[in-house]
């Protein structure tokens, strides 16, 4: 298992709602978070910059007045830990799971045994044999399999949870996941 820790802003504008995660664009990190605090918080500085901004053009209202007075903004740390790996092909998806974590570089995988199951998808006539329509609510099952090699990936270098081996592109998940396209 590999443990990495995760930092997310969260901005309070109104008591009676309570607190709100805030959603990085661009960022390729688990649920946008970011891993270094730094950066969380130059984006909370952003963020409570904007807001501030804003409420100083609006009419000075009792609700906007009441905005400005209870508006506040924090960082939370949050550790996730990765138990497996997910392989991108081109439609497919395969699933692994990390059997040793060597460094914070390179971590020994194993395939697991995955069942996929279309009896329960729409399928209709057509094209070169037929079509699945709803494919992505296939059943998968996951079972570990101790008797499949293990091999290790690495990291990609800037990214922390994306892995390659030779042109094979991975990607860590909290549960097994796995895809496979019928229509294909």
Same mark, same amino acid.
């Given at each position: 298992m590999l443990n990495i820790t995760y930092y997310y802003v969260e901005q309070l504008v109104r008591p009676e709602t309570g607190w709100d995660r805030q959603m990085v664009q661009d960022c390729e990190n688990y649920n946008g978070g970011?891993?270094?605090?730094? #950066? /969380? $918080? *130059?984006?909370? #500085? /952003? $963020? *409570?910059?904007?807001?501030?901004?804003?409420?100083?053009?609006?009419?000075q209202t009792d609700e906007i007045k009441r905005l400005q007075a209870v508006a506040d903004w924090r960082i939370v740390e949050e550790i996730v830990t990765f138990a497996h790996?997910?392989?991108?092909?081109?439609?497919?998806?395969?699933?692994?799971?990390?059997?040793?974590?060597?460094?914070d570089k390179t971590i020994e995988i194993r395939a697991m045994d995955v069942s996929h199951s279309c009896k329960d998808l729409e399928f209709s006539l057509g094209g070169f044999v037929g079509h699945y329509h709803n494919q992505r609510d296939q059943k998968v099952t996951?079972?570990?399999?101790?008797?499949a090699p293990t091999f290790r990936i690495r990291r990609?270098?800037?990214?922390?949870?994306?892995?390659?081996?030779?042109?094979?592109?991975?990607?860590?998940?909290?549960?097994?996941?796995?895809?496979?396209?019928?229509?294909?």
């Amino acid at each position: 298992m590999l443990n990495i820790t995760y930092y997310y802003v969260e901005q309070l504008v109104r008591p009676e709602t309570g607190w709100d995660r805030q959603m990085v664009q661009d960022c390729e990190n688990y649920n946008g978070g970011f891993q270094d605090k730094a #950066q /969380a $918080e *130059k984006h909370l #500085q /952003a $963020e *409570k910059s904007g807001w501030e901004d804003f409420l100083a053009e609006q009419k000075q209202t009792d609700e906007i007045k009441r905005l400005q007075a209870v508006a506040d903004w924090r960082i939370v740390e949050e550790i996730v830990t990765f138990a497996h790996v997910s392989e991108y092909m081109y439609s497919d998806v395969r699933a692994y799971e990390i059997i040793k974590v060597i460094s914070d570089k390179t971590i020994e995988i194993r395939a697991m045994d995955v069942s996929h199951s279309c009896k329960d998808l729409e399928f209709s006539l057509g094209g070169f044999v037929g079509h699945y329509h709803n494919q992505r609510d296939q059943k998968v099952t996951y079972k570990a399999d101790p008797d499949a090699p293990t091999f290790r990936i690495r990291r990609k270098k800037g990214s922390v949870e994306k892995w390659v081996s030779g042109s094979s592109r991975f990607g860590l998940t909290t549960e097994p996941y796995a895809f496979h396209d019928f229509n294909f």
